[in-house]
């Protein structure tokens, strides 16, 4: 009995943590909607019809969305320029504030850590099962994204706006690495998720959190007179992405999306371990 208790103590299985988190009908409904999104998007342009060419048609001609029904590669690119932004934001904030709080407002967390689990391993879990849940989630939607353009608009590649198009296969690596840049993006949100939701006993507030951040940090990125001090800001490189998606593709922006990403985890999910090895989860 001593084995069995050794082996318990200390351990929390990846696989039954997923599956409490694939349980909750949270994260199914997030996951449903990055997978129904393309289809969804396909349905508007099917009822809006193909752009006109009258007015500034020149301006119509450079941007994805005059030229997302050209290809199914054009349409994919298309869906991820929609997403890349305030949603897949929303769904990180909300995988992310879950964690500890959701534990906290549901009032499991002590339970959890009477089995016992050691912290720093119930944390370091939920961290991993957070990310390949928005992990699967982006890729689902990359995926369902180019099926719904190929069956819909044929088997081509991205039409670059104002450029050449690109064959199906240089497209699909493409769109495999805008996926992956738009991730890296994410490493502050989730960052951020991680702190909050080990500070705060209410799921909502922890999301909350790290949508009002995107959205200040996008107000202050706009302002040009800040000058420099934008790049320190966790939303500045959130369209490094769209890198991959024209030519020529300067790796330049995607290489700081990256280390900015990877500099704002590590600092707010140290100060979140650090915190929740202290937290008093008593009350």
């Given amino acids: 009995m001593s084995g069995v208790s050794t082996r318990i103590h200390g351990t929390m299985p990846f696989r039954v943590e997923l599956a409490r988190q694939l349980s909750q009908w949270r994260v199914r409904i997030v996951l449903l909607i990055l997978v129904l999104l393309p289809v969804i998007v396909r349905l508007a342009l099917l009822i809006g019809g193909a752009p006109t060419s009258s007015g500034s048609s020149t301006n119509q001609a450079t941007t994805l969305v005059a030229l997302a029904q050209a290809s199914g590669g054009t349409f994919t690119a298309f869906v991820l320029q929609l997403t890349q932004g305030f949603l897949v934001t929303l769904i990180a904030a909300l995988l992310y504030g879950d964690m500890i709080a959701g534990e906290a407002s549901r009032s499991t967390l002590k339970y959890l850590l009477t089995i016992p689990v050691p912290r720093l391993r119930l944390l370091g879990v939920k961290v991993a099962v957070a990310t390949t849940l928005l992990l699967a989630g982006l890729v689902a939607l990359t995926v369902v994204a180019l099926v719904v353009g190929l069956v819909s608009y044929g088997p081509g590649g991205i039409q670059v706006p104002g450029g050449p198009q690109l064959s199906l296969g240089d497209s699909l690596g493409r769109l495999g690495l805008a996926t992956a840049t738009g991730a890296a993006g994410l490493l502050w949100a989730a960052g951020l998720g991680t702190l909050l939701t080990v500070l705060s006993n209410s799921p909502l507030a922890a999301a909350g959190g790290v949508v009002l951040a995107s959205i200040l940090s996008r107000l202050l990125d706009s302002i040009p007179t800040l000058g420099d001090l934008r790049i320190i800001l966790p939303t500045h490189y959130s369209t490094a992405f769209a890198e991959f998606l024209t ?28 915190w929740f090895g202290r937290k008093d989860v008593s009350g």
């Fill in 247 to 274: 030519v020529p593709t300067d790796l330049g922006p995607v290489a700081d999306s990256v280390l900015s990403g990877l500099v704002w985890a590590l600092v707010l999910g140290t100060v979140a371990a650090w």
